[in-house]
């Protein structure tokens, strides 16, 4: 079965610094993921999704992949109180279905 | 771009009636849409996948005679949760995908049972 990890926090940072969010997938054979972000109340919004090794930037945001440690992760550079939220890793299957971590707290302090 | 609206946002409901969710994609069309279920301070959890035409594909553990889904157009999928019960409360989310890649969320439904 599909496990996707995600460290629960929260993540505290500071206005104006850099969070750093963390996944893990169990299934070597996972060929691309998404990150989300979901406000408490809301549903989730996607921010981007990536899924070849390396780095993607899209604004303030830079995902990650790495599909040899099987780790992906999400940046949020110039961190905005806004951006206090619990972000969703996810795993794309072949199916089209997602397979949802349980989620990171950020909480920017202003 | 990339619009996905539910009705209703909320609704509150006595126990023992029938509730129908409708999932709309308002600027793309959809072969695929997917109903989720949110507890408090959980992730989501995948209850069905629908697709245009064609009956639903639950997930392990979703009763498909409590929860009907419907998905009658490429714009439109229906979850109606049939004699509900306190348990059956959640936060009901809807998503979309215009390539069956990337999933786009409606706003979720809150509901209530009493």
């Known amino acids: 079965q599909k496990e996707v990890e995600q460290n629960s926090g929260p993540l505290s940072v500071p206005e104006g610094a850099i969070a750093s969010l963390n996944c893990t997938y169990s299934d070597r054979g996972s060929q691309s993921f998404f990150w989300y972000r979901q406000y408490s109340g809301k549903s989730p919004e996607l921010i981007m999704f990536?899924?070849?090794?390396g780095d993607k930037e899209d604004g303030r945001f830079t995902a990650q992949l790495n599909k040899a440690s099987q780790y992906v992760s999400l940046l949020i550079r110039d961190s905005q109180p806004s951006d206090s939220a619990t972000y969703l890793c996810a795993d794309h299957s072949n199916d089209y279905k997602l397979s949802f971590g349980a989620g990171t707290t950020v909480t920017v302090r202003a | 771009g990339a619009v996905v609206s539910q009705h209703p946002s909320w609704v509150i409901c006595k126990s023992g009636t029938s509730v129908k969710i409708e999932c709309r994609s308002l600027d793309f069309q959809a072969t695929t849409m997917f109903w989720y279920r949110q507890f408090p301070k959980q992730s989501l959890m995948l209850m069905a996948t629908s697709n245009e035409g064609s009956k639903a594909t639950y997930e392990q553990g979703v009763e498909k005679d409590k929860f009907l889904i419907n998905h009658a157009s490429l714009t439109l999928s229906t979850l109606t949760v049939t004699s509900a019960h306190p348990e059956d409360s959640s936060f009901y989310i809807c998503?979309?995908?215009?390539?069956?890649?990337?999933?786009?969320f409606g706003p979720g439904t809150r509901l209530t049972v009493t």
């Open positions: 998503s979309a995908s215009p390539t069956g890649y990337e999933q786009y």
């Open positions: 990536i899924y070849s090794n």
